[in-house]
């Protein structure tokens, strides 16, 4: 992709100015008649979808440097992730990297959906060396959490920081500035990023019957009146201004929703987005995360791996 190239999947329709980000609903359980379980959903995406290529790469980059980066920590950690998924999430990730470390002080699961938040904290204290302590705390990780030890480690893989609800000209600095102001100086933080750039292999991951399945159940959850489910289009738009990946759902009728508790007409031809996905390139992250007060400290690659993972220091 080249700077000014304007590249969008479809070009067909204008997105909102101000996008509302219902990923919340998500991963969760089914919150209302219209949905079904996202966490269902997103099991199934990650089971049977080959051309979601995030999860396999991500899972291979973990497993090669796992070692290296527990040897670059130390010992006497206490380790917190953000987000930890489902079942093949934690074992496949969360567990492989963990198992590079021989031990750390403590573990603890933040995630909105409390089974992945519970399940992460007792598979991993089943499967690891833990010495002290074990927690989940079902929240939102943008909630006021605070990790008063300097020797923290706090991770998140699948991309969370760059899946982030940002006005249209914000930027990743200000979700990494949260998660800096809940950590002290001289703690670390792991994030991922897809640094995947290639429209091709961005439109097969994403403009699929598995993820079409995850996005419009999520909207229709957030929905608390009665939606008729052909009355949406699952669309998936590049917009290159945002750097992001756009899923959401076209309408194809009027339509009276209500979300928030607040009623509101969409008309035929509306794009509602649901989740956004940053692809940014790895200087552009580093470059927000130095804005948001992290010090770079390695970035792990494999070659032809899209993800790479960032070790970053609070300073
Ligand atoms: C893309 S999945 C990633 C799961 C797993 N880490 C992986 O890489 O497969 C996002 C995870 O973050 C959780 N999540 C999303 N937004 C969140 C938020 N604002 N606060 C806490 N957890 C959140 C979801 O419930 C889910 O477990």
Redesign the pocket.
Known sequence: MTKNQVITVDQSIDLPEVTINL??D???EASNDNQISGEKL?SEL?ANCPDYYY?RS?VELIEHHASRIAGLLGRGLHVVE?????E??IKN??LRFLSGFKSIESYCA????KN?AESAARFIGANCNVKKSIHSIN????ANLSWPDANTLLF?????IC?QPLAANDNLSKPLSLWRSQLQKGAHLLVSQDANQDIGKLQSAYDNKWMERLVLNSLLGSCSNKIAANNLKYKVVFDNQKQSVILGALFLQNQEIILNNKPRLVESGDFMPVVDSYKLTEEQFLNASQNAGFLPVQTFRLPNNPIVMHLLRAA
């Open positions: 990923s919340d998500l991963y969760n997103f990650i999860f991500e953000y987000g930890p998924g489902c093949q999430s990730k969360s933040v995630d909105v959906n992945f929240n939102c990780f943008s998140s893989f699948g991309g969370l899946n």
